[in-house]
């Protein structure tokens, strides 16, 4: 028990900042741009995050979100399966392209996240998923997922709710729904994966 006050310090000192030089890559279908580098900060660390690709998630032929994939600027990554396996800081950004409801936000997650891990995962998944059915996201709205290393993933539903769900492997499984085997689709893979080397 001793150790749940520093991930709490490691919680509350979560957030985003973007560094001023930083080039800009749009999403094909989109006015979302996100910036080439930012900068994270986990308690009172800072980590430059560099960008692996962006992409437009889709239902059917519907926008649902433009994203953009993140990582430590110093983590040696060469396809999507290494950016889900590293155990490091990065980060997914969702910009909202129309308004969901929780409920179904959380029903899409689970869904995807369910494709690879058909029964693992019990608490984590409701804790994750009443996060994301707490509140309905609107067009424009931003969502962080934040994978804490050794932790697990920090949820921000910008201005509306956080939390943090503590199991580094669900955190992976959250990445698998985009680089896993079975992912939302290779569109998504391969644009999130676009600027590896």
């Given at each position: ?5 520093a ?9 985003v900042?973007r560094?001023?030089?930083?080039e800009?890559v749009?999403?094909p279908?989109s006015k ?7 900068e994270a900060t ?9 960008l692996t690709g962006v992409a437009?998630r889709k239902k059917?032929?519907v ?6 994939s ?8 060469k396809s999507?399966e ?7 800081v ?5 910009v909202?392209?129309r ?6 936000m959380a ?10 891990y058909p029964?693992?995962?019990?608490e984590?998944?409701e804790k ?12 424009g ?20 709710k956080?939390?943090?769900?503590q199991?580094?492997?669900?955190a992976?499984a959250v ?5 896993g085997?079975k992912?939302v689709?290779d569109?998504?893979k391969k644009?999130?994966?676009?600027r590896?080397?």
């Amino acid at each position: 028990m001793r150790y749940v006050p520093a991930i709490l310090v490691l919680v509350s000192g979560l957030c985003v900042g973007r560094l001023s030089a930083a080039e800009m890559v749009g999403v094909p279908g989109s006015k979302v741009q996100y910036p080439t580098a930012i900068e994270a900060t986990i308690g009172e660390k800072k980590i430059p995050q560099k960008l692996t690709g962006v992409a437009m998630r889709k239902k059917v032929i519907v926008d649902v979100y433009a994203i953009g994939s993140y990582i430590d600027a110093t983590a040696k990554v060469k396809s999507g399966e290494e950016i889900s396996a590293a155990d490091v800081v990065k980060q997914l950004h969702l910009v909202l392209e129309r308004n969901v409801s929780g409920k179904d936000m959380a029903s899409a997650f689970h869904d995807a996240i369910r494709a690879n891990y058909p029964n693992e995962f019990k608490e984590e998944m409701e804790k994750f998923l009443e996060i994301l059915r707490s509140n309905n996201v609107d067009r424009g709205d931003h969502v962080w997922l934040t994978h804490v290393p050794g932790f697990g993933i920090h949820v921000n539903l910008v201005g509306k709710k956080q939390e943090f769900v503590q199991n580094v492997k669900f955190a992976k499984a959250v990445w698998d729904i985009y680089f896993g085997p079975k992912n939302v689709g290779d569109s998504v893979k391969k644009g999130l994966a676009s600027r590896l080397p």
